[in-house]
């Protein structure tokens, strides 16, 4: 027992230390973390928790598109939760397989791992992840020309987040919409989107975030800000997208500034 809770310890330290290193771009860093964690893992036949630091692998090596690797880990960590039966998990990596083949934008084959971790995820009553996988086939619609059902996937995410009281999930899925506003020549509608994002991330703001949460909110601000600037830029507004680039370049610097003396 003693063993155990040494070795929980030391990985979980070890796993909070990669994902800031992770979420602040120091990816050698954060694999060498990972590693760590890996064989301290495998060493006391922990399959559970190895599954998912085999999943964090993954997504540095995608991170550094090393795309052959990171599916290796990923089919690792997949076969691994399917072994213990945690379905959750293994909706997870399905997701993440989706996203792996999603940005080598070799859509036909991100489709099914985004279709069968949606129905997973709503087998199980995981409402977080079916908005994040209804998300997910929107971004592949979208690409393919299916607005008006990826609108329609992107509605039903929204619904679910504030259901779930997810302000950031909800930013996020409003930004997906005003870029489809904004193919669609409707840049008052993108606009609207984005502004509201702005301001659902305000309530976050407010919050007390850890560290790496703080990073994660920090990237989503500074994404729809850059797309804000570019929608007043196509609606022939430069000064208000000046304005617009200015605030969240001074919103990033009071974020880093904030993250540094915590």
Avoid: C, M
């Avoid at 998300?135 to 690409?143: E, F, M």
């Avoid at 506003?181 to 991330?201: G, H, I, V, W």
């Amino acid at each position: 027992l003693e063993v155990f809770e040494r070795t929980f310890t030391v990985t979980a330290a070890l796993n909070v230390l990669s994902l800031t290193y992770f979420r602040l771009g120091q990816l050698e860093r954060a694999s060498g973390g990972w590693q760590q964690a890996l064989e301290i893992l495998q060493s006391v036949n922990s399959p559970v928790t190895s599954a998912y630091v085999l999943g964090n692998l993954g997504g540095v090596q995608e991170s550094l598109e090393q795309y052959a690797i990171a599916q290796q880990y990923y089919e690792q960590s997949l076969a691994l939760h399917r072994q213990i039966s945690n379905r959750d998990g293994e909706a997870s990596v399905l997701n993440n397989l989706g996203s792996l083949f999603y940005n080598q934008a070799q859509d036909d084959q991100a489709l099914p791992y985004y279709t069968d971790a949606l129905a997973l995820f709503r087998e199980i009553g995981s409402t977080f992840g079916e908005a994040r996988s209804l998300n997910n086939i929107a971004l592949i619609d979208a690409r393919q020309g299916r607005l008006e059902a990826a609108i329609a996937r992107y509605n039903q995410a929204i619904e679910i987040y504030q259901t779930l009281d997810d302000p950031q999930g909800e930013a996020r899925t409003r930004r997906n919409l005003a870029l489809i506003s904004a193919q669609q020549n409707r840049f008052d509608d993108a606009e609207t989107e984005l502004r509201r994002s702005l301001a659902l991330l305000d309530e976050v703001r407010a919050e007390t975030l850890s560290d790496a949460d703080k990073i994660t909110l920090f990237e989503t601000q500074q994404d729809i800000y850059r797309t804000l600037e570019g929608v007043l830029l196509l609606s022939d507004r430069p000064e208000e997208a000046l304005v617009a680039a200015e605030t969240g370049r001074t919103r990033a610097f009071a974020e880093l500034i904030a993250l540094n003396l915590s």
